[in-house]
């Protein structure tokens, strides 16, 4: 069972526009929603994250906003650059027992130049 | 400070043998993990292990075990190695919410 459902797959963005990447979750003893940035050939590396006691965190040009009676939160990049290229992965954890991640399936971002 | 590291790098295997893949961490983290990445996929939660001393399956344990002497160490070892094992496998530590990660192993089984 998906427990955390992320679209799109793929995304082009123009450099200076906006990316915005969705995710779904059905488990809501959830309480913690990191957004992971992985280049190729190395590992998932922490972007941002929030608590769903939050609707909105903001780190320079990454946005996470959260819904918490959706079940869903989004990503947005501002100001998107070609260094972003790389593969987004939401994902969700409880913060008791083994705290292991539940990730998304994963969204190659490409900014064109 | 090296964070997680993982060796080796690349492997492939013939189908049948063993190997061991290591992962050592220096951040004193007692959480530790393994997930596999599938092409287009997300990553899986192989083991995991909250301590030394203490481990645990996760989604996707069979043909895979583990162990946990050590705080720095959590080697995950495949017996019998099937193509299905076929992954990029990633090890993982922390010490609350925010997880940490080696740069992989890719692992080609044939």
């Known amino acids: 069972q998906q427990q955390v459902k992320q679209s799109p797959q793929s995304l082009i963005v123009q450099k200076g526009g906006i990316s915005i990447i969705n995710c779904a979750y059905e488990?809501?003893?959830?309480?913690?929603f990191p957004w992971y940035q992985q280049f190729p050939g190395k590992g998932p590396a922490l972007l941002i994250a929030?608590?769903?006691?939050?609707s909105e965190k903001k780190e320079g040009r990454f946005t996470i906003s959260f819904n918490k009676s959706a079940k869903q939160f989004s990503l947005h990049i501002m100001d998107s650059q070609p260094g972003d290229s790389a593969t987004y992965f939401c994902a969700a954890s409880m913060d008791t027992g083994r705290r292991a991640l539940t990730f998304g399936s994963g969204t190659r971002l490409q900014v064109q130049p | 400070n090296a964070g997680v590291t993982q060796t080796p790098k690349f492997r492939i295997l013939k189908i049948g043998q063993s190997m061991t893949l290591q992962c050592t961490q220096d951040?004193?983290?007692?959480?530790m993990y393994w997930y596999r990445q599938d092409p287009g996929m997300g990553l899986k939660l192989i083991y995991y292990s909250v301590g030394a001393g203490i481990t645990d399956k996760g989604e996707v344990p069979n043909g895979y075990n583990v162990s946990r002497s050590t705080t720095e160490d959590f080697p995950l070892r495949l017996e019998l190695a099937a193509p299905s094992q076929t992954s990029v496998y990633f090890c993982a530590s922390s010490r609350k919410e925010t997880q940490y990660f080696g740069p992989g192993t890719r692992l080609l089984v044939l």
């Open positions: 929030i608590r769903p006691d939050v």
């Open positions: 951040m004193n983290h007692n959480y």
């Open positions: 488990n809501t003893a959830f309480d913690y």
